[in-house]
């Protein structure tokens, strides 16, 4: 199975500051990967398809990139409603797997 | 617009089954694929597996192949995940999701499985 490995597990950022969660597969993937986000007591939402592809409806401020086994999701001046759990999964082979999560609090 | 609407959360006993349904809506249902996730807390994200409603195909994580069996219904739109034996261990929140790169998610159906 490709394990996915996301850092830090916890990320504490100012609003209006950029941030960068990071996702490092055990194998090479391609760009097979796909972040989400969780909000509490909510669904995931998808966020940015195949490492840089952007979603519509998706604030511009969330972006992607990638590929290989290193992965980033970016988000540029943090608001409030960003706080949430963050996931990437990959389907580059069978079974897909996600990562452990990353959760953003806001200072 | 896509939907996907899950059927209410279950209060099972230990060994019982369970039949969880995703109703999908806005689109071809039988042109993607339906994936099912489990969620426990403090366990993440688990991939259960997926079912392409047109034909039937299906792929399942091994370490969830005797516990879960996808149908779909193309005549009502619905997807149906079976759990069966069910333990403590199974106790989650389930979501359906379309597409192998998860575009659209259900609402989630939240399992409790106790004595």
């Known amino acids: 199975d490709i394990l996915l490995t996301q850092s830090p597990a916890i990320l504490s950022v100012s609003p209006g500051e950029r941030v960068s969660f990071s996702c490092r597969a055990s194998?090479?993937?391609?760009?097979?990967i796909h972040w989400y986000q969780q909000r509490t007591n909510g669904s995931p939402r998808l966020l940015i398809k195949?490492?840089?592809e952007s979603i519509s409806g998706i604030p511009s401020r969330f972006s992607g990139s990638g590929s290989g086994t290193d992965f980033t999701l970016s988000v540029n001046s943090v608001e409030s409603e960003d706080i949430a759990d963050y996931y990437c999964q990959q389907n580059y082979s069978w079974p897909y797997t996600f990562g452990g999560g990353t959760k953003l609090e806001i200072k | 617009q896509v939907q996907l609407q899950q059927s209410g959360a279950e209060l099972m006993k230990p060994g019982a089954s369970v039949k969880i349904s995703c109703k999908a809506t806005?689109?071809?249902?039988?042109?993607?694929?339906i994936e099912w996730v489990k969620q426990r807390p403090g366990h993440g994200l688990e991939w259960i597996g997926e079912?392409?409603?047109?034909?039937?195909?299906?792929n399942y994580n091994e370490k969830f192949k005797g516990k879960a069996t996808f149908t779909a219904d193309k005549s009502s739109n619905t997807a149906y995940m079976h759990l069966s034996s069910l333990t403590s261990e199974d106790s989650a929140v389930y979501y359906c999701?379309?597409?192998?790169?998860?575009?659209?998610w259900g609402q989630g159906t939240l399992v409790t499985v106790s004595a």
């Open positions: 079912i392409l409603p047109g034909s039937d195909n299906a």
């Open positions: 806005g689109y071809s249902f039988s042109s993607y694929w």
């Open positions: 195949f490492a840089s």
């Open positions: 999701a379309r597409g192998a790169w998860f575009a659209f």
């Open positions: 194998q090479n993937i391609g760009t097979s």
